[in-house]
């Protein structure tokens, strides 16, 4: 669980969502309300969680995944939090990339709030999200939140879907061990001078060849696929090693 409250969304979210409730239920007491969450990115077997408070009744919980037993899910009606406070909660953990179409439904008669976050041990995916909240279950970032009123305290029908897109790290090489920073930083700057000291040899080699002896078009085209490939890897080399290369 995060550490914090959420903020409150902005006042004109808030006023459009009251007038919006507020007119549908006075036309149609059945209503379901439906709110969408596309483009949901998080890491393969980290945890999804939806929290909702107060509790809510009638959840239920479907998944659609890239293939079946790929995912797990959890959920529970009434879960206090560290907080003391009386919660809905939803957890799903992707097993495998893909994507993955969660759908929450439940009703409600009360104004609710709501929180759509991810327990991680890799803080450095969701990192351009905001900063995580170290917690007993691993870092907890916030991804979305969202606080529906319900002024006439009458009983309606949520669906909250959730489009996921769940990444798994590259390849497995040596370099996604993950040391920390100073020492990879280290290991790219070495492999980065040899690189370097390689690409120079050919280019002064050929540069100096050409004046004595002369040498062919090909072999400096040759030279600078060299430099362009070798500059491709260090590209490569960086993401990888600083923890940003994800598939």
């Given at each position: ?19 919006m409730?507020?007119?549908?239920a006075?036309?149609?007491?059945a209503?379901?309300v ?7 990115e998080i890491?393969?077997?980290?945890t999804l ?6 509790p809510?009744t009638?959840l239920?919980?479907?998944?659609v995944?890239p293939s079946?037993?790929?995912?797990r899910?959890a959920f529970?009606?009434r879960e ?6 009386e919660t ?5 953990q992707?097993?495998v ?6 759908l929450i ?15 991680t041990?890799d ?11 170290v917690?007993?279950q691993g870092?907890?970032?916030v991804l979305?939140?969202i ?10 029908g949520?669906v909250?879907?959730?489009m996921?897109?769940?990444?798994s790290?590259?390849?497995?090489s040596i370099?996604?061990i ?6 990879n930083?280290?290991?790219f ?9 390689l690409n120079?040899?050919?280019?002064l080699?050929?540069?100096?060849r050409s ?6 078009k ?13 500059l ?8 990888v090693?600083s ?5």
């Amino acid at each position: 669980m995060p550490s914090k409250l959420p903020s409150q969304p902005n006042l004109l979210t808030f006023l459009t969502i009251t007038f919006m409730l507020s007119i549908a239920a006075l036309l149609n007491p059945a209503l379901t309300v439906e709110f969408s969450f596309p483009n949901i990115e998080i890491l393969a077997n980290d945890t999804l969680a939806v929290i909702i408070w107060p509790p809510v009744t009638n959840l239920s919980v479907d998944c659609v995944s890239p293939s079946s037993n790929v995912f797990r899910v959890a959920f529970f009606s009434r879960e206090i939090d560290p907080y003391k406070r009386e919660t809905s909660i939803i957890y799903m953990q992707p097993r495998v990339r893909g994507r993955y179409d969660l759908l929450i439904s439940f009703n409600s008669n009360t104004t609710w709030h709501g929180v759509i976050g991810v327990y991680t041990i890799d803080s450095d995916f969701y990192g351009r999200i905001g900063s995580p909240t170290v917690t007993s279950q691993g870092y907890f970032v916030v991804l979305k939140e969202i606080e529906v009123p319900n002024e006439n305290n009458q009983t309606l029908g949520y669906v909250v879907r959730i489009m996921l897109q769940a990444y798994s790290r590259g390849p497995s090489s040596i370099f996604f061990i993950r040391f920390p920073e100073p020492v990879n930083m280290a290991i790219f700057i070495l492999i980065g001078v040899a690189v370097a000291y390689l690409n120079t040899f050919f280019i002064l080699d050929s540069y100096f060849r050409s004046k004595s002896e002369g040498i062919s078009k090909i072999r400096w085209i040759m030279v600078g696929l060299l430099v362009a490939v070798s500059l491709y890897i260090l590209y490569w080399l960086y993401t990888v090693m600083s923890g940003e290369a994800y598939v």
